[in-house]
C-alpha cells in the first residue's frame, strides 16, 4: 500500500472518549496546583509596572519583606532577588540567558523531533499506524484538547497570567509595545482557535468511515479541511515560541502566577523546559507529518 493512500479508518472510539476525560479530570485537578504552570502553555504578553503592597497596621511585616507586584508597564524590577539570582546579574548577562534559553530549546527539540521521526519510521508503528494512530488522532485530540484549555484560562484567570508578563525593560532588551490585557486575550483566542482546530479535526479522523473516506475523494472542497490540522500545529508551534519569555522571566526573576503561589525552585524550571520541548517537538512533528499526507491525499 503506497504512503499517500492511506486512508483514515474506522478508530477505536472508547479509546479516545476515555483518554480525553481522562486528561479533562487531570486539568481540573491541576489547576487548582500551582505545579500546574509547568504544563500550561503560558503567554509572555503578561505585565506591567510594579506596585507595592504596604503591609496592614496590625502587622509585624516590615517593609524589607513588602509584596511586590507587576501591574502594567515599567523599567523596574522587583528587588527581591529571584531563586535563580540572575536578576541580580548585570543586564547584559541577563540577556545573555534570555537569547541562550532560546538557543537551548532549539538544541533539544531538534533531536526530540529526530527521535519522533525514527519512532514514525519503526517496526513499532510503521507509516500506516503512525498516520491512523498518532497523526491522525490521538496527536491532534491531546494537544488540541491542551492549548483549548489553557487559551480558556487566558481569560479566566487573566490577572494569573499578567503576573508573569516582563515589565518594560526587563533583561535591558525587553520592549514590546501593547497592553498586557491586549496580549493575554490575542495569545488566548489564537491558542483557542488552534486547539479548536487539532481536536475537530482529529475527532474527525477519529470517528471516520471508510464510506467517509470516498465521500471525501467526491468533495472538490475537502482540500481545505484536511490542511487544518498541519496549519493549526504550525500556528501552534509559533505561538509556543513567542511565548517563552514569560517562562524566561519566572526563571530568571522569580516571577509567579497570582499573589499566593509561593516562590518556585529551580526544579520548576527545569521540568517546564524539558515539557516545553516535548510540546514543541510534538507539534513540529504533528505540523510536518499531517501536512505530507494532506498533500500526498492531494496528489492522488
Known sequence: MSALNIRPRPRRCLQFYLTVLLLT??????????????????????????????PSSNSN????????????????????????????????SQAAVF??????????????????????????????????GVIDSTLPILLGLFYLLGGIGHFAISGSFQDIYPPIGTWGIWYLPGSPAFHVAWTGVVEIVGGMGLLLSGLRDALA?????????????????NFV????????FVLTILITPANIYMFTHGAVMGDTMAPLDMSFHGVRFAVQVVFLSLLLTLARDSFFFAWGDELD
Open 25 to 54: 479530570c487531570c486539568h481540573t485537578m491541576l489547576s487548582h496546583h500551582p505545579f500546574v504552570g509547568a504544563f500550561t502553555p503560558p503567554s509572555p504578553y503578561l505585565c506591567g509596572t510594579i506596585k507595592t503592597l504596604k
Open 61 to 92: 511585616v516590615g517593609p524589607a519583606t513588602q509584596i511586590n507586584k507587576i501591574k502594567s508597564k515599567s523599567i523596574l524590577l522587583p528587588p527581591k532577588a529571584s531563586p535563580s539570582g540572575i536578576d541580580e546579574w548585570p543586564q547584559l
Open 229 to 236: 490540522k498541519p496549519v493549526a500545529a504550525s500556528v501552534l
Open 209 to 225: 468511515s471508510e464510506d467517509d473516506d470516498d465521500d471525501d475523494y467526491e468533495n472538490e472542497n475537502i482540500w481545505m479541511i
Open 99 to 132: 537569547f541562550g534559553t532560546y538557543a537551548a530549546l532549539g538544541l533539544a527539540t531538534y533531536p526530540t523531533t529526530k527521535l519522533l521521526e525514527t519512532l514514525s519510521q519503526s517496526s513499532i508503528f510503521g507509516l500506516e499506524r503512525w498516520r491512523s
